[in-house]
């Protein structure tokens, strides 16, 4: 895996946090310091609240944290004006649980905007960079990820899903002039490639750029683009802002969240480790398994645990309520409280957090079958997108 010189935070040897790893313990407000990005303050929280009537629990419970230019979007949608969102996949396997929360994220901003989304499928980022992986495998995972998506309960008249290979014919003359205005030198700063990268990898930064700008040349409507994600993303923003005015586009706003931690201690999700990890492909028996194996912020044994209580924030399956399967914020305090006096034990809450995931999961699956027949609608077609 390569170095990444500039957003390596070298102090700490534990935290990585690059687009292509994320390891260590995270310290997100270290990350907002070093990627120059601003914190999600209280008084763009109460903006959120006025503007789409009520904030989202990932807005509310701050996982949603940082931001670049979040203020540009809200005038806009203040003023009647348009923005569109942007967000994507890198697909070289399965999606996961984690991946869905900046897509669940982005569902809320659409619903409460009506701006549409682009949404990129990154075949020919994952085949550059994963060397086992074949192209046609990762377009395979592609469409296989996009049911995903669809099954979130994303409209077809409101979404463009962009199969990078596939669609290379509507980006490719965006991605040569973006290429064109990012020296190696920046690219290597801001990534750190090294001389045995590959010569697609180097390149593949402009074709990330490309949705930020695509809405302007399909419908000569030049507005700027929101993009919420992990901030595992962001180098990918920073040098896309520096060089989208000079292209005569608006440089595009980010809003970023936290990243969903691994079954295991420590980490963020990751499909590199599938054993911790919930794929939403998985049958109820292996999110059983799973769930059960996880780490958690319990004691050793039951009577210590019911004696001095557990830490919910050491907890990963408290993490997975807080994230995804807990709406009600009362009773997120109530299961803290709970956890913290030994009220609840480990074994109490893997079997709540394994009834809900499989809840979902069963709805999940079912609605991704049905995607299958609904995928051709979320083409992108030049020219007719408002
Ligand atoms: P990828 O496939 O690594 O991740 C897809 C999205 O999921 C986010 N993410 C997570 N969010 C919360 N918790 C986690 N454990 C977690 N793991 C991943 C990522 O930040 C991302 O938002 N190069 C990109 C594909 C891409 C893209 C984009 C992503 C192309 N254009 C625009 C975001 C926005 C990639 O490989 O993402």
Redesign the pocket.
């Known amino acids: 895996m390569i170095s990444n010189k500039a957003v390596k935070c070298l102090a700490n040897e534990e935290m990585v946090v690059t687009?292509w790893e994320v390891r260590g313990k995270i310290d997100y407000e270290r990350l907002i310091r070093e990627f120059g990005t601003q914190p999600l303050t209280d008084e763009l929280m109460e903006r959120m609240k006025k503007d789409f009537g009520e904030l989202h629990p990932q807005l509310r419970r701050r996982l949603f944290f940082s931001h670049r230019d979040l203020n540009v979007i809200l005038d806009r949608f203040e003023n009647g004006q348009r923005f569109v969102l942007?967000?994507?996949?890198?697909p070289s396997g399965p999606v996961h649980i984690?991946?869905l929360?900046?897509w669940i994220f982005t569902k809320y901003l659409q619903e409460k905007t009506g701006a549409r989304l682009y949404f990129?499928m990154?075949d020919d980022?994952k085949f550059l960079i994963e060397d086992e992986m074949t192209l046609e495998e990762t377009t395979k995972w592609g469409y296989d990820n996009a049911l995903d998506l669809i099954a979130l309960g994303f409209k077809p008249e409101k979404t463009s899903i962009i199969f990078d290979v596939r669609d290379i014919f509507s980006l490719y003359d965006i991605a040569v002039k973006v290429a064109k205005r990012i020296t190696y030198s920046t690219a290597r700063a801001v990534f750190g490639f090294k001389d045995s990268t590959n010569l697609g990898w180097v390149f593949w930064p402009a074709i990330?750029a490309v949705?930020c700008f695509i809405h302007a040349k399909l419908t000569q409507e030049n507005v700027p683009a929101l993009?919420p994600?992990?901030i595992?993303?962001d180098p990918y923003w920073r040098i896309t802002r520096d060089i989208a005015q000079k292209l005569g586009y608006c440089k595009p706003a980010q809003i970023h969240?936290r990243?969903?931690p691994g079954l295991g201690k420590g980490g963020?999700?990751?499909a590199s480790e599938p054993e911790t990890c919930i794929f939403t492909i998985d049958t109820p028996e292996e999110v059983k398994n799973k769930i059960w194996n996880a780490f958690t912020g319990g004691k050793p044994t039951i009577k210590e645990q019911r004696n001095t209580g557990g830490n919910p924030y050491l907890c990963t399956i408290f993490q997975y309520f807080l994230y995804l399967f807990e709406e009600d914020d009362k009773k997120i305090s109530e299961l803290d409280e709970n956890c913290r006096t030994g009220k609840v034990i480990c074994g109490d809450c893997k079997t709540i957090l394994t009834e809900r995931v499989n809840r979902f999961l069963k709805e999940h699956q079912k609605k991704r079958e049905k995607a299958k027949e609904e995928i051709q609608n979320f083409s992108l077609k030049a020219g007719e997108k408002k």
């Open positions: 687009p942007y967000t994507g996949r890198g984690g991946h929360v900046p990129q990154t980022e990330q949705p993009i994600a992990a595992d993303q969240c990243f969903v963020k999700m990751s």
